[in-house]
C-alpha cells in the first residue's frame, strides 16, 4: 500500500539551531516525492519536490531509495520557518495527480 | 494572477442533506484535484479533473462525486451527508495533470 509516515507530530527547536523533520514513504516503483508548507493562516503551498533538487528558504530533502526516506533539513532555522510540513508522494510521474499527504509534523521555532 | 477560489467558505449542513461545493483553478490551469482534511484521517485525495474527465480517484465512497466544466472550473457534491463528511475540503489547480499544485483556502464543512 502507497503510504506516507512523518513519525513526528511536533517538533521544537531553538533559533539557529539545525532542523531535520522525517519522511518515510511506502511505495513500490519510483515515486514523486514533495514537501508541503502551511504558515499560519495561509494556504498550503508547495516548498519543494525531489525532481528539482533546489534549495528553497535554505531548505533541502534528499531522496533515499533505499531507507525510503525524504527528510526535509535546514541547517539554521529561522522564526519564520515556523509552519506546519507534509510530506507527499505522487504515485505517478507526470501522470494523473493523487497525492498522497502524511500527517504532518508542526515545528515550532523558539526564539 | 488570482489564486484558486473556493466558495462557499463556510457551510453547516444537516445529515442526509446534500452540498455543492465550488472551485475556480487559476487561468490557464486545466487540472483540479481535491482534498478531503480532516483532524483524524488528514489530508486524503478524494478525485482529480483534467479537460472534465476525471483521471483519478481516491477511496471514497459514491456519495462523494465531482465534475469539471469546459472553463475548467469544478464542482464537488456530496449526497446524503453523514456526520464523519464535516471537514476542510481543499481544492488544488495545476498546468497539467501531475504538476505543481496551487491550493484554494479550503470549504469548511460541518455536518449536525
Known amino acids: 500500500a502507497q503510504r506516507v509516515t512523518q513519525p513526528e507530530k511536533l517538533l521544537s527547536v531553538f533559533k539557529g539551531a539545525p532542523v531535520e523533520l522525517k519522511c518515510n514513504y511506502s511505495y513500490s516503483g519510483s515515486p514523486e516525492l514533495f514537501w508541503y508548507v502551511q504558515y499560519s493562516r495561509q494556504r498550503l503551498q508547495l516548498l519543494l519536490r525531489h525532481i528539482s533538487r533546489e534549495s528553497i528558504k535554505g531548505f533541502t530533502a534528499d531522496l533515499n531509495k533505499g531507507e525510503t526516506s525524504f527528510h526535509l533539513k535546514k541547517p539554521f532555522a529561522q522564526e519564520e520557518d515556523s509552519a506546519m510540513y507534509y510530506c507527499?508522494?505522487?504515485?505517478?510521474?507526470?501522470?494523473?495527480?493523487?497525492?498522497?499527504f502524511g500527517s504532518g509534523t508542526r515545528l515550532s521555532i523558539r526564539p | 494572477k488570482a489564486g484558486v477560489t473556493q466558495t462557499p467558505r463556510y457551510l453547516i449542513k444537516t445529515r442526509g442533506q446534500q452540498v455543492t461545493l465550488s472551485c475556480s483553478p487559476i487561468s490557464g490551469h486545466r487540472s483540479v484535484s481535491w482534498y478531503q482534511q480532516t483532524p483524524g484521517q488528514g489530508l486524503q485525495f478524494l478525485f482529480e479533473?483534467?479537460?472534465?474527465?476525471?483521471?483519478n480517484k481516491g477511496n471514497f465512497p459514491g456519495r462523494f462525486s465531482g465534475r469539471q466544466f469546459s472553463n475548467s472550473r469544478s464542482e464537488m457534491n456530496v449526497s446524503t451527508l453523514e456526520l464523519g463528511d464535516s471537514a476542510l475540503y481543499l481544492c488544488a489547480s495545476s498546468k497539467s495533470s501531475g504538476g505543481e499544485q496551487f491550493f484554494g483556502p479550503g470549504t469548511r464543512l460541518t455536518v449536525l
Open positions: 479533473y483534467f479537460s472534465e474527465t476525471q483521471r
Open positions: 507527499a508522494l505522487n504515485p505517478g510521474y507526470s501522470s494523473a495527480s493523487k497525492i498522497i
